[in-house]
Nanobody, 123 residues
């Protein structure tokens, strides 16, 4: 499984970004997709996850009400819509794929990782 993340950038506080993660390879084996983030000097933390069907979704408390995870099965792509961004959201964002599931919220439960895409929230 290969994962390609994109969509990061520089945005002002209160702004929005949409991250994308395109999956390829043995995607039939994936049971859940997730987003994590890692700020400098901090551990990687869970942001959101969505299962194969798109029915089971879970968010970190920091993401609830502001971020929305979704998937387009036809495009083998998972999205993270991020609204009302704050400086504390600044981090490298990573998408990941899990062979487990459906509700996987720890990094160790994920088997494949994409490269990070940088999100910087600053005025």
């Amino acid at each position: 499984v290969q994962l390609q993340a994109s969509g990061g950038g520089l945005v002002q506080p209160g702004g929005s970004l949409r991250l994308s993660c395109a999956a390829s390879g043995r995607i039939f084996s994936i049971n859940a997709m997730g987003w994590f983030r890692q700020a400098p000097g901090k551990e990687r933390e869970f942001v959101a996850t969505i299962n194969r069907s798109g029915i089971i979704i879970k968010y970190a408390d920091s993401a609830k009400g502001r971020f929305t995870i979704s998937r387009d099965s036809a495009k083998n792509t998972v999205y993270l819509q991020m609204n009302n961004l704050v400086p504390e959201d600044t981090a490298a964002y990573y998408c990941a794929a899990s062979l487990f599931g459906p509700e996987v919220t720890t990094a160790k439960e994920y088997d494949y990782w994409g490269q990070g895409t940088q999100v910087t929230v600053s005025s």
